[in-house]
């Protein structure tokens, strides 16, 4: 399969490389703003890549099937849009746009387009969440779903001395709800589907993004609690509590690590063991998905991108997190 590639980072290396493990995977197009670190990318692979330097040549290239997109958030509905339009696949990294508006606008241009969109959450797809939504049952109803993403930042230091790189600035729809947080909540929807009712609290920084945050989100019967930031470490793993047992996972952004801890003290433990890299899996499922024609993860569903999204936005609305683009949307109404 013919791959274009938009954004040319540490996220779309680590991606080609997790490619390279499928026999389908071809790099055929790389966009950049700057021809010199295009090619430079494309040869890393031994690529006879073509550099685009205008999106919309890319998009309209017959030598590209699908494309990934791992550009600054707040660019990603604008590029999945034009790349759709043009009858490409998009496989689109989280989170999967600026607010919920870009969201639905992408979701209807895939549905115009006939074409596959899928958010590029590695976790959800990876064999240990597999093995948590089969195994769910035997911890009884579940009460509580907890899960925390805090990594301190190796640009805050930079930010500190006055310097604000792309993960502290607003006009790229940053921050640690969007670049963390988002790894804590895309699970829960996937398991638990949206909640009827979001309250978060968050730190602001000078430049306007959020440093960190927390929110309780209710349910039915349940609650769920995520916690995030990129100004503080956490260490904590991830649990689904039920009546008769807890479920532990090591990472939520990454779960290798699956145990069961029952009430009356024994430890089953489910983990599954992971030959591939984390992000094979993602691109497996985006690839089958085109082979049989199928638009629609029901894994990476469009519905659940949807959700997270709105729950983002709700929880950036009550910690007075705005970005560009949301301003665009609104004076675009």
């Not at 978060?200 to 920084?205: F, T, W």
């Not at 992000?279 to 029901?298: R, V």
Request: hydrophobic share 40%.
């Amino acid at each position: 399969m013919r791959f274009g590639i938009i954004g040319t980072n540490w996220i779309t290396e680590r991606f080609i490389q997790a490619a390279m493990e499928t026999d389908e995977f071809s790099l055929t197009a790389v966009y950049s703003r700057t021809e010199d670190k295009g090619k430079a990318f494309a040869a890393q692979y031994n690529s006879q890549a073509e550099v685009f330097t205008d999106l919309a040549q890319m998009a309209a290239s017959d030598q590209v099937d699908a494309v990934y997109i791992a550009s600054p958030n707040s660019l990603h509905a604008e590029q999945a849009i034009v790349c759709m339009n043009h009858g490409k696949h998009v496989l689109c990294e989280k989170p999967f746009a600026s607010n919920a508006t870009e969201v639905r606008s992408m979701i209807e241009a895939a549905r115009n387009n006939n074409v596959l969109l899928m958010e590029a959450v590695k976790s959800t797809l990876m064999p240990n969440f597999k093995i948590i939504k089969e195994h769910m049952y035997k911890i009884g109803r579940v009460r509580r779903y907890f899960a925390s993403y805090c990594q301190y930042s190796s640009r805050f230091d930079a930010f500190k001395q006055g310097n604000v790189l792309n993960a502290f600035n607003p006009a790229f729809s940053n921050g640690s709800l969007m670049d963390l947080g988002v790894y804590c909540l895309y699970p829960m929807v996937a398991l638990f589907g949206k909640p009827d009712e979001v309250r978060a609290v968050g730190v602001l920084l000078s430049s306007g993004v959020d440093g960190e945050g927390s929110i309780v989100m209710r349910y039915p019967d349940m609650d769920a609690v995520v916690m995030y930031s990129k100004i503080t470490d956490s260490y904590l793993p991830a649990e689904i509590q039920g009546e008769n047992g807890t479920m532990v996972i090591d990472k939520i952004s990454q779960p290798y690590e699956v145990k069961i801890h029952y009430r009356d003290g024994t430890i089953e433990d489910l983990t599954k063991a992971q030959t591939r890299e984390p992000m094979y899996y993602e691109i497996q499922e985006f690839m089958d998905l085109i082979k049989i024609g199928e638009h629609n993860s029901s894994i990476n569903s469009l519905e659940c991108s949807l959700a997270v999204a709105e729950v983002m936005e709700d929880a950036r609305q009550q910690i007075g997190l705005r970005y560009e683009a949301d301003l665009k949307n609104m004076s675009a109404h």
